[in-house]
């Protein structure tokens, strides 16, 4: 089952960044000396899928490989290896669970199961109306707050296959839920009351 995602449907593609992509584009550039501009590939390529509608036509790598002044098999190389582009059309909105061992052991099974049964798509296929597509993902970063979702550009941490179902029911009526814990959590401070580092200054826990 597939679906969707961009603009583009068959035949090459006119594609040059936008004033407000091409700014950020710039802004990044500045960041790295001038003959080191084939190092800003890979945030170049994340704002020009997301010009694009969620994925990297052959035109599109091509325009920012030329952009950073680099072969173009490279950027394809980039473009291809990594998780975060799609060269080919996918839903609008990424659902991507993470499945690595800390998440596995918190119930990210789960959480893939609750993702498949509410959008009716299996790992790597989009919903019919291009709305979502859905991918599992090695290792988010954020272990201590297990499992987690990432969506589009947020986190949605401490999940459970109850709370992702009310996550993907509010992405379907149009919200954007606030992203983080959905059990409260501050950052990756631990659930409920401290239970270190307890003692006064120059002492130790169990004094």
Not at 1 to 11: K, N, R, Y
């Amino acid at each position: 089952m597939s679906a969707h995602g961009g603009p583009h449907e068959a035949g090459l593609v006119d594609f040059a960044f936008d004033e407000t992509r091409r700014a950020q584009a710039e802004t990044i550039l500045k960041r790295y000396p001038a003959d080191r501009r084939a190092s800003a590939v890979m945030p170049l390529l994340t704002i020009a899928q997301a010009q694009f509608g969620g994925w990297l036509p052959r035109e599109v790598v091509d325009y920012v490989a030329d952009y950073v002044g680099m072969p173009r098999i490279r950027a394809y190389e980039v473009a291809s290896f990594y998780d975060m582009y799609n060269t080919e059309p996918v839903g609008r909105i990424q659902v991507r669970v993470c499945t690595t061992t800390p998440c596995m052991l918190c119930g990210s099974d789960g959480i893939v199961d609750a993702c498949k049964k509410e959008l009716g798509v299996d790992i790597g296929e989009s919903t019919p109306d291009g709305q979502f597509f859905l991918r599992e993902f090695e290792c988010l970063g954020a272990c201590a707050n297990a499992p987690i979702v990432w969506i589009d550009d947020d986190f949605y941490e401490d999940q459970t296959p109850e709370s992702v179902k009310d996550l993907l029911d509010a992405l379907k009526r149009g919200e954007r839920p606030t992203p983080g814990s959905a059990k409260g959590r501050v950052a990756s401070a631990p659930l409920g009351e401290r239970t270190s580092l307890l003692g006064k200054e120059g002492q130790s826990d169990a004094s």
